[in-house]
C-alpha cells in the first residue's frame, strides 16, 4: 500500500473534480490519498513542509496549468530541498507544456499525460526509481525531450461506470467552505468533439486518435446514483454540471429528463453549445430542472469566430439558441474572448452588439489566455503578436503578453473589466471614454464587484448561513485581488 498527497492552492470556490477522482482511483486500488491545501504567499512553504512531513507519503502530487507553473516549481525545489520524495505531476501543463517538460532544473520527477484515472494506479503499483518511468504508461520521466513517450498512452477508460465514485471526502474533510456550499459541481461525460482553436481539446483529441472513444458519458442510472450518495452525505440544494458541453446526446439527455427530476429534483446550471440547441433541446433542458445555461458566444465576428477560432457556428444561431433557451424561461450566461489575435476595436463592438442582441441574464468577458502549443497561440506567434519564448506566467484571463497595436492596448483592459455592465447597461456605454481612464485597480473593482453581484443573480439559487457567506465573500475578494 502507498500513499499519495495531493497539494493544491487553497483560495478556490470550484470543486476539483480531478483530484477527486484520481483519489478515488487510488482508493478503489486499496492505496492511500490525503490532501494538503497550500495560500498564494510563499511563507507558508514552511506550513506546507510541516504538513506533508506529518502525511508522511510515498509520492507528491501536483495538477495545474501552464500560468501558475513557476510557484509549483519553486514549491517543488523547496521540497526537494528538505526532503527526499517523488514529485508527479498532472493537468494541462503536464500533458502540453513543451518548456516544462524540457526543463533541466525541473524539480519535478514525472509527468502523467493525458487521463490519469488508471495511469496514477499503474504508477504508484510499478515505480521504483526514475529508469522504471518508460515502462508505465501515460507517464513520462523529468526532465524530457517534450514529445518522449506520448505515443505510450492507456486507450481512454470506457465505460465511464467502470470508475469509482469521485472521493469527495478528500477535500471537504479539508475545506468546510466548500463541504457546506449547497451547490455541488457533477460531470457526466467526458470529451469534447470540436476543434475550437483556443482550447486544449483538439490537442488532446490528436493525441488520443485510435486510442477508444473520444465522447462517453455515464450511464443515467450511474450518475444519478453519484448524486444521490452526494445528496446522502452532504448539504445540497443545487447543482453545477461542469461537462464541456452537456447536450451532446439527445438520447442520454431525454433519458434524464424522465429520471432526474423524480430522483434527485434539484435546480442546475449547465454548459450548451449554440449550434446544439433547438427548441426539443430547451424543452428538455427545463424539464430536466435547468435554472441556468452557460453559452459560449466568444467573438461577434463571424470570421475570427468560424476562420480564426472555428467555432463554426452563424449569428444566426446564437441568436435562434438564445431565444429557444429564453422562451422556456431559462437564465443565459454569455462567455467572450477579447484580446483575440488580429482582432480590431470594430470587432469588440460587434461582440458586445451580438451580447446585447442575446438577452442575457450574466455576461463574462476574458483576455484571450495564451496555452502552449494551442493552435491560435500558433497563430498568434505566426502574426508576430507573440514572442514563442512568451511568459506562461503573464497569461491569464486578466494578463497578456499579447503585441497589440496601440489603439487595441489602450482600451482592451478597460473594455474587458466594464464589457458586462455595457452589455446589460448600455447607458455605460456612452460614458466609456472617461471610465477607460480609470487607474487598473479601481477597474478591477468595478469587474469584481459586479461579477460577483451577477453571479448571484445567475447561478441557480441556494441558501447561506451568515459565517458562510461571509467566508464565501472573503474567499472571492482573496481570488481576485
Not at 465505460?159 to 469527495?168: K, S
Not at 435554472?291 to 452563424?314: D, F, P, W
Amino acid at each position: 500500500m502507498k500513499k499519495v498527497t495531493f497539494i493544491i492552492p487553497e483560495l478556490r470556490l470550484h470543486e476539483q473534480l480531478s483530484i477527486m477522482a484520481l483519489s478515488a482511483s487510488l482508493k478503489h486500488a486499496g492505496h492511500k490519498a490525503s490532501l494538503i491545501f497550500f495560500q498564494n504567499d510563499p511563507t507558508n512553504k514552511g506550513k506546507i513542509l510541516t504538513a506533508l512531513k506529518q502525511e508522511d507519503p510515498d509520492f507528491v502530487a501536483f495538477s495545474f496549468m501552464s500560468c501558475v507553473k513557476e510557484q509549483y516549481i519553486e514549491l517543488g525545489k523547496f521540497i526537494k530541498e528538505h526532503m527526499d520524495i517523488p514529485i508527479i505531476i498532472g493537468g494541462p501543463a503536464a500533458t502540453f507544456d513543451e518548456q516544462l517538460a524540457e526543463d533541466q532544473n525541473s524539480p519535478f520527477d514525472a509527468a502523467c499525460i493525458g487521463e490519469g484515472d488508471l495511469a496514477i494506479v499503474d504508477f504508484v503499483n510499478k515505480y521504483i526509481t526514475t529508469d522504471d518511468i518508460s515502462s508505465i504508461q501515460n507517464f513520462i520521466a523529468y526532465p524530457s525531450n517534450g514529445t518522449e513517450n506520448k505515443g505510450n498512452l492507456k486507450n481512454l477508460v470506457e465505460p465511464l461506470d467502470d470508475l469509482p465514485f469521485p472521493d469527495r471526502r478528500i477535500i471537504y474533510e479539508k475545506d468546510d467552505l466548500l463541504k457546506n456550499l449547497k451547490i455541488k459541481m457533477f460531470m457526466s461525460g467526458r470529451g469534447c468533439p470540436y476543434k475550437c482553436t483556443y482550447c486544449f481539446n483538439h490537442k488532446y483529441n490528436r493525441m488520443y486518435k485510435g486510442k477508444g472513444q473520444l465522447i462517453r458519458k455515464k450511464t443515467v442510472d450511474y450518475f444519478l446514483e453519484e448524486i444521490r450518495q452526494t445528496q446522502k452525505g452532504y448539504p445540497m440544494e443545487a447543482i453545477i454540471f461542469e461537462d464541456d458541453i452537456f447536450i451532446l446526446d439527445k438520447g442520454w439527455l431525454e433519458e434524464f429528463a424522465g429520471k432526474y427530476p423524480k430522483q434527485i429534483g434539484l435546480p442546475f446550471k449547465c454548459y450548451v453549445r449554440p449550434n446544439l440547441v433547438t427548441k426539443d433541446i430547451a424543452r428538455l433542458l427545463k424539464i430536466s430542472g435547468c435554472h441556468s445555461v452557460q453559452v459560449a458566444i466568444e467573438c461577434g465576428n463571424e470570421y475570427l469566430r468560424n476562420k480564426v477560432l472555428k467555432r463554426n457556428m452563424t449569428d444566426k444561431q446564437i441568436l435562434d439558441c438564445c431565444n429557444v433557451l429564453y422562451d422556456e424561461g431559462l437564465k443565459i450566461g454569455l462567455i467572450n474572448i477579447l484580446g483575440l489575435p488580429t482582432e480590431t476595436k470594430e470587432n469588440m463592438m460587434e461582440t458586445l452588439r451580438l451580447n446585447r442582441a442575446c438577452k442575457p441574464s450574466h455576461v463574462s468577458a476574458n483576455l484571450f489566455m495564451t496555452l502552449p502549443g494551442v493552435d491560435l497561440t500558433l497563430f498568434a506567434i505566426e502574426q508576430g503578436l507573440l514572442d514563442a519564448q512568451f511568459s506562461t506566467q503573464k497569461s491569464t484571463h486578466h494578463l497578456s503578453e499579447m503585441k497589440y497595436p496601440e489603439e487595441i492596448k489602450a482600451v482592451l483592459y478597460p473594455f474587458k473589466s466594464l464589457f458586462p455592465l455595457m452589455v446589460q447597461h448600455p447607458s455605460v456605454e456612452k460614458v466609456f471614454p472617461p471610465l477607460m481612464k480609470l487607474p487598473k485597480s479601481v477597474l478591477k473593482i468595478i469587474d469584481s464587484s459586479y461579477r460577483l453581484y451577477s453571479n448571484a443573480r445567475f447561478h441557480p439559487p441556494v441558501s447561506f448561513s451568515f459565517p458562510n457567506t461571509y467566508r464565501l465573500l472573503r474567499r472571492f475578494i482573496n481570488m481576485v485581488s
